[in-house]
Protein backbone atom coordinates (compact mmCIF):
# COMPACT_ATOMS: atom_id res chain seq x y z
CA UNK A 1 0.00 0.00 0.00
CA UNK A 2 1.55 3.22 -1.14
CA UNK A 3 1.60 6.65 0.94
CA UNK A 4 -1.34 7.99 -0.78
CA UNK A 5 -3.73 5.13 -0.42
CA UNK A 6 -2.88 5.04 3.83
CA UNK A 7 -3.54 8.96 3.44
CA UNK A 8 -6.65 8.19 2.10
CA UNK A 9 -7.93 5.80 4.70
CA UNK A 10 -7.58 8.80 7.37
CA UNK A 11 -10.57 10.78 5.00
CA UNK A 12 -13.38 11.56 7.20
CA UNK A 13 -12.05 9.63 9.75
CA UNK A 14 -12.46 10.94 13.68
CA UNK A 15 -9.03 9.51 15.28
CA UNK A 16 -8.03 9.11 19.10
CA UNK A 17 -4.65 9.30 19.59
CA UNK A 18 -2.77 8.89 23.08
CA UNK A 19 1.36 9.71 23.69
CA UNK A 20 1.43 12.78 21.20
CA UNK A 21 3.69 14.59 23.43
CA UNK A 22 5.71 12.10 23.02
CA UNK A 23 8.84 12.03 20.18
CA UNK A 24 6.95 9.69 17.83
CA UNK A 25 3.33 10.62 19.01
CA UNK A 26 3.88 14.59 17.90
CA UNK A 27 5.20 13.11 14.65
CA UNK A 28 2.30 10.91 13.66
CA UNK A 29 -0.03 14.01 14.44
CA UNK A 30 2.10 16.17 11.95
CA UNK A 31 2.36 13.52 9.58
CA UNK A 32 -1.67 13.14 9.67
CA UNK A 33 -2.60 16.98 9.55
CA UNK A 34 -0.17 17.46 6.62
CA UNK A 35 -0.88 14.64 4.35
CA UNK A 36 -4.80 14.21 5.04
CA UNK A 37 -6.11 17.82 6.01
CA UNK A 38 -9.91 16.07 5.44
CA UNK A 39 -9.22 13.91 8.72
CA UNK A 40 -12.42 14.82 10.57
CA UNK A 41 -10.85 14.87 14.16
CA UNK A 42 -7.86 14.28 16.08
CA UNK A 43 -8.69 14.14 19.81
CA UNK A 44 -5.85 14.27 21.75
CA UNK A 45 -5.55 12.25 25.39
CA UNK A 46 -2.69 13.88 27.60
CA UNK A 47 -2.32 13.63 31.08
CA UNK A 48 -3.68 17.15 32.77
CA UNK A 49 -6.11 17.42 35.20
CA UNK A 50 -8.44 20.01 33.09
CA UNK A 51 -9.04 20.62 29.89
CA UNK A 52 -7.71 24.09 29.87
CA UNK A 53 -4.08 22.03 31.50
CA UNK A 54 -4.35 19.07 28.47
CA UNK A 55 -5.01 22.50 25.68
CA UNK A 56 -1.79 24.19 27.30
CA UNK A 57 0.10 20.77 27.22
CA UNK A 58 -0.89 20.40 23.30
CA UNK A 59 0.11 24.31 22.44
CA UNK A 60 3.40 24.09 23.99
CA UNK A 61 4.68 20.30 23.85
CA UNK A 62 3.28 19.44 20.36
CA UNK A 63 1.99 22.43 18.42
CA UNK A 64 4.17 24.88 19.53
CA UNK A 65 7.40 22.64 18.26
CA UNK A 66 9.79 23.44 15.46
CA UNK A 67 7.92 20.33 13.98
CA UNK A 68 4.75 21.97 12.62
CA UNK A 69 7.05 24.99 10.62
CA UNK A 70 5.83 23.21 7.32
CA UNK A 71 2.18 23.10 7.71
CA UNK A 72 2.26 26.80 9.19
CA UNK A 73 3.94 27.71 5.81
CA UNK A 74 1.65 25.56 3.89
CA UNK A 75 -1.42 27.04 5.25
CA UNK A 76 0.10 30.58 6.42
CA UNK A 77 -0.57 31.47 10.38
CA UNK A 78 -4.91 32.01 10.44
CA UNK A 79 -4.62 28.74 8.00
CA UNK A 80 -2.91 27.00 10.57
CA UNK A 81 -4.82 28.28 13.32
CA UNK A 82 -7.96 27.46 11.60
CA UNK A 83 -7.08 23.66 11.03
CA UNK A 84 -6.10 23.74 14.53
CA UNK A 85 -9.25 24.73 15.81
CA UNK A 86 -11.15 22.67 13.23
CA UNK A 87 -9.22 19.56 13.84
CA UNK A 88 -7.45 19.14 17.31
CA UNK A 89 -9.39 18.18 20.53
CA UNK A 90 -7.31 17.81 23.42
CA UNK A 91 -8.36 15.17 26.05
CA UNK A 92 -7.65 15.59 29.73
CA UNK A 93 -7.30 11.94 31.54
CA UNK A 94 -4.41 9.50 32.08
CA UNK A 95 -3.85 6.04 29.82
CA UNK A 96 -3.19 4.16 33.32
CA UNK A 97 -6.81 4.39 34.36
CA UNK A 98 -10.19 2.68 33.34
CA UNK A 99 -12.30 5.00 30.33
CA UNK A 100 -8.48 6.86 30.81
CA UNK A 101 -9.66 8.78 33.94
CA UNK A 102 -12.63 10.40 31.71
CA UNK A 103 -15.91 10.95 33.37
CA UNK A 104 -18.55 7.90 31.69
CA UNK A 105 -20.90 9.99 29.76
CA UNK A 106 -17.58 11.63 27.88
CA UNK A 107 -15.99 8.66 27.37
CA UNK A 108 -19.19 7.01 26.33
CA UNK A 109 -19.81 9.87 23.31
CA UNK A 110 -16.51 9.26 22.02
CA UNK A 111 -16.47 5.97 21.84
CA UNK A 112 -19.35 6.46 19.25
CA UNK A 113 -17.34 8.81 17.60
CA UNK A 114 -13.84 7.18 17.19
CA UNK A 115 -12.96 5.19 13.86
CA UNK A 116 -9.46 4.75 14.72
CA UNK A 117 -7.04 4.77 18.05
CA UNK A 118 -3.31 5.12 18.00
CA UNK A 119 -1.82 4.18 21.49
CA UNK A 120 1.67 5.38 21.58
CA UNK A 121 1.34 6.74 25.39
CA UNK A 122 4.32 5.20 27.53
CA UNK A 123 7.11 6.04 29.75
CA UNK A 124 10.21 5.06 27.69
CA UNK A 125 12.89 5.60 30.92
CA UNK A 126 14.92 2.39 31.05
CA UNK A 127 15.34 3.18 34.52
CA UNK A 128 11.47 4.28 35.65
CA UNK A 129 9.47 3.48 38.66
CA UNK A 130 8.12 -0.29 38.41
CA UNK A 131 4.26 0.91 39.91
CA UNK A 132 4.91 3.74 37.05
CA UNK A 133 6.28 1.59 34.36
CA UNK A 134 3.26 -1.23 34.87
CA UNK A 135 0.74 1.42 34.98
CA UNK A 136 1.30 3.14 32.00
CA UNK A 137 3.06 0.51 29.90
CA UNK A 138 0.95 -2.63 30.51
CA UNK A 139 -2.23 -1.61 32.15
CA UNK A 140 -2.39 1.28 29.54
CA UNK A 141 -2.49 -1.21 26.74
CA UNK A 142 -5.50 -3.39 28.56
CA UNK A 143 -6.98 0.05 29.14
CA UNK A 144 -7.17 1.11 25.49
CA UNK A 145 -8.15 -2.30 24.59
CA UNK A 146 -11.24 -2.48 26.63
CA UNK A 147 -11.77 1.35 25.42
CA UNK A 148 -11.92 -0.22 21.95
CA UNK A 149 -14.10 -2.55 22.47
CA UNK A 150 -16.47 0.07 23.08
CA UNK A 151 -15.91 1.88 19.89
CA UNK A 152 -19.00 0.57 17.47
CA UNK A 153 -16.98 1.80 14.31
CA UNK A 154 -13.46 1.63 15.40
CA UNK A 155 -11.31 0.56 12.12
CA UNK A 156 -7.99 -0.27 13.53
CA UNK A 157 -6.20 -0.07 17.15
CA UNK A 158 -3.16 0.93 16.28
CA UNK A 159 -0.15 -0.52 19.33
CA UNK A 160 3.01 1.21 19.24
CA UNK A 161 5.17 -1.23 21.19
CA UNK A 162 9.63 -1.59 20.30
CA UNK A 163 11.68 -3.97 18.73
CA UNK A 164 13.55 -4.65 22.41
CA UNK A 165 10.43 -6.55 23.65
CA UNK A 166 12.07 -9.41 22.07
CA UNK A 167 15.64 -8.64 24.60
CA UNK A 168 18.64 -8.72 23.43
CA UNK A 169 18.48 -11.76 21.63
CA UNK A 170 20.77 -12.39 18.47
CA UNK A 171 20.00 -13.44 15.00
CA UNK A 172 17.07 -13.13 13.17
CA UNK A 173 13.36 -12.74 15.01
CA UNK A 174 9.92 -12.76 13.94
CA UNK A 175 7.70 -10.94 15.08
CA UNK A 176 5.04 -12.95 16.18
CA UNK A 177 2.97 -11.97 18.96
CA UNK A 178 3.49 -12.28 22.89
CA UNK A 179 1.95 -14.65 25.31
CA UNK A 180 0.58 -14.46 28.00
CA UNK A 181 2.95 -15.84 30.93
CA UNK A 182 5.96 -16.21 28.55
CA UNK A 183 9.34 -15.06 29.37
CA UNK A 184 12.90 -14.51 28.05
CA UNK A 185 14.02 -16.61 30.94
CA UNK A 186 13.75 -20.32 30.50
CA UNK A 187 11.47 -22.13 32.79
CA UNK A 188 9.99 -19.11 34.29
CA UNK A 189 6.37 -18.03 34.30
CA UNK A 190 5.46 -14.16 34.13
CA UNK A 191 2.49 -14.03 36.04
CA UNK A 192 1.12 -9.85 35.42
CA UNK A 193 -0.97 -10.43 38.38
CA UNK A 194 1.22 -11.32 40.83
CA UNK A 195 3.56 -8.75 39.85
CA UNK A 196 0.81 -6.09 40.53
CA UNK A 197 0.64 -7.41 43.80
CA UNK A 198 4.12 -7.41 44.49
CA UNK A 199 4.63 -3.47 43.67
CA UNK A 200 1.36 -3.43 46.46
CA UNK A 201 3.35 -5.41 48.89
CA UNK A 202 6.63 -3.90 48.44
CA UNK A 203 5.01 -0.26 48.95
CA UNK A 204 3.22 -1.26 52.37
CA UNK A 205 5.90 -2.64 53.73
CA UNK A 206 7.81 0.64 53.10
CA UNK A 207 4.88 2.39 54.64
CA UNK A 208 4.76 0.13 57.25
CA UNK A 209 8.26 0.55 58.29
CA UNK A 210 8.22 4.27 58.59
CA UNK A 211 5.27 3.93 60.93
CA UNK A 212 2.58 4.79 58.55
CA UNK A 213 3.93 7.68 56.69
CA UNK A 214 6.30 6.46 53.45
CA UNK A 215 9.20 8.15 52.17
CA UNK A 216 8.66 9.27 48.76
CA UNK A 217 12.06 9.04 47.72
CA UNK A 218 12.99 5.63 49.59
CA UNK A 219 9.60 4.32 47.66
CA UNK A 220 10.96 6.00 44.93
CA UNK A 221 14.34 4.57 45.12
CA UNK A 222 12.56 1.26 45.90
CA UNK A 223 10.59 1.30 43.01
CA UNK A 224 13.14 1.82 40.32
CA UNK A 225 15.08 -1.09 41.97
CA UNK A 226 12.36 -3.33 42.01
CA UNK A 227 11.48 -2.38 38.61
CA UNK A 228 15.08 -3.21 36.92
CA UNK A 229 15.27 -6.50 39.61
CA UNK A 230 12.72 -8.36 37.95
CA UNK A 231 13.01 -7.14 34.28
CA UNK A 232 16.81 -8.91 35.00
CA UNK A 233 14.65 -11.67 36.49
CA UNK A 234 12.39 -12.90 33.42
CA UNK A 235 15.52 -11.90 31.36
CA UNK A 236 14.63 -8.38 29.74
CA UNK A 237 17.18 -5.68 30.09
CA UNK A 238 15.31 -3.16 31.71
CA UNK A 239 12.04 -1.97 33.15
CA UNK A 240 10.97 -0.71 29.74
CA UNK A 241 11.07 -3.41 27.39
CA UNK A 242 9.94 -5.41 30.65
CA UNK A 243 6.35 -3.30 30.87
CA UNK A 244 5.96 -3.51 26.62
CA UNK A 245 6.34 -7.01 26.60
CA UNK A 246 4.14 -7.13 29.66
CA UNK A 247 1.53 -4.72 27.28
CA UNK A 248 1.50 -6.85 24.26
CA UNK A 249 0.57 -9.63 26.19
CA UNK A 250 -1.95 -7.65 27.49
CA UNK A 251 -3.36 -6.74 24.36
CA UNK A 252 -2.79 -10.02 23.04
CA UNK A 253 -5.58 -11.57 26.13
CA UNK A 254 -8.11 -9.04 25.53
CA UNK A 255 -8.29 -7.96 21.83
CA UNK A 256 -10.67 -10.37 21.03
CA UNK A 257 -11.61 -9.52 17.40
CA UNK A 258 -10.83 -5.67 17.51
CA UNK A 259 -8.78 -5.23 14.27
CA UNK A 260 -5.00 -4.59 16.17
CA UNK A 261 -1.89 -3.83 14.67
CA UNK A 262 1.17 -3.85 16.58
CA UNK A 263 3.91 -1.81 15.34
CA UNK A 264 7.79 -2.38 16.81
CA UNK A 265 10.11 0.78 16.06
CA UNK A 266 13.59 -0.01 16.45
CA UNK A 267 16.02 2.88 16.93
CA UNK A 268 14.40 6.10 16.92
CA UNK A 269 16.29 9.48 15.95
CA UNK A 270 16.05 12.69 13.72
CA UNK A 271 14.24 13.20 10.51
CA UNK A 272 15.37 11.84 7.40
CA UNK A 273 13.51 14.07 5.03
CA UNK A 274 9.96 14.27 6.16
CA UNK A 275 8.48 17.29 7.04
CA UNK A 276 11.96 18.50 6.63
CA UNK A 277 15.65 17.03 7.51
CA UNK A 278 17.30 16.58 10.74
CA UNK A 279 14.12 17.60 13.79
CA UNK A 280 14.91 15.98 16.77
CA UNK A 281 13.98 16.30 20.33
CA UNK A 282 17.18 16.00 23.04
CA UNK A 283 20.15 13.46 22.13
CA UNK A 284 18.51 10.03 21.28
CA UNK A 285 20.40 6.48 20.34
CA UNK A 286 23.36 7.41 17.92
CA UNK A 287 22.90 10.86 18.53
CA UNK A 288 24.33 10.91 21.91
CA UNK A 289 27.53 9.50 19.95
CA UNK A 290 27.56 11.77 17.28
CA UNK A 291 27.67 14.92 19.49
CA UNK A 292 30.02 13.76 21.14
CA UNK A 293 32.15 12.41 18.76
CA UNK A 294 31.62 16.52 17.36
CA UNK A 295 32.57 17.80 20.93
CA UNK A 296 35.61 15.60 21.29
CA UNK A 297 34.07 13.67 24.57
CA UNK A 298 36.27 10.42 22.80
CA UNK A 299 38.07 10.53 19.97
CA UNK A 300 37.05 7.93 17.54
CA UNK A 301 34.00 5.58 16.62
CA UNK A 302 34.81 1.91 16.61
CA UNK A 303 33.93 0.49 13.57
CA UNK A 304 34.11 -0.90 9.88
CA UNK A 305 35.90 1.92 7.50
CA UNK A 306 34.25 0.17 4.66
CA UNK A 307 30.71 1.38 6.05
CA UNK A 308 28.73 4.37 5.55
CA UNK A 309 27.44 6.66 7.83
CA UNK A 310 25.14 8.52 5.62
CA UNK A 311 22.19 10.85 5.69
CA UNK A 312 19.98 7.02 6.51
CA UNK A 313 22.27 7.56 9.56
CA UNK A 314 22.33 11.08 11.06
CA UNK A 315 19.06 12.00 9.61
CA UNK A 316 20.45 15.00 8.63
CA UNK A 317 19.31 15.02 4.39
CA UNK A 318 23.21 14.60 3.65
CA UNK A 319 24.24 17.82 4.74
CA UNK A 320 26.16 17.32 7.94
CA UNK A 321 28.95 18.78 9.18
CA UNK A 322 30.75 20.24 12.36
CA UNK A 323 29.13 23.94 11.87
CA UNK A 324 25.32 22.89 11.28
CA UNK A 325 23.76 19.62 12.91
CA UNK A 326 26.26 19.17 15.07
CA UNK A 327 28.02 15.84 12.97
CA UNK A 328 31.10 15.94 11.68
CA UNK A 329 31.41 13.05 8.62
CA UNK A 330 30.67 13.00 5.30
Known amino acids: MDARAVAGCFRGKTILVTGSTGFLGKLMVEKI ?16 PDVASAEQRILTQVLGKDLFNTLREKHGLAGFQKLIKEKIVPLAGDVGSH ?51 KCPNLKLLLHVSTAFV ?9 EKALKMGESL ?42 GLKRACHFGWPNVYTFTKAMGEMLLEQHRGDLPV ?16 PGWIEGARTIDAMIVAYTEQAFPCFVGDRKDTMDAGSCGHGGKCNAGSHGCSFE
Open 166 to 174: TGTQDGLLL
Open 33 to 48: LRVQPDVKKLYLLVRA
Open 185 to 226: QPGYHLDIEAELELVEKVKAELTASKSGSSDKSLEKTAMKEL
Open 99 to 149: NFRLDNSRADDLCEEIDIIIHGAATTSFYERYDVALATNALGAKYGCEFAK
Open 261 to 276: VIIRPTMVTSTFQDPF
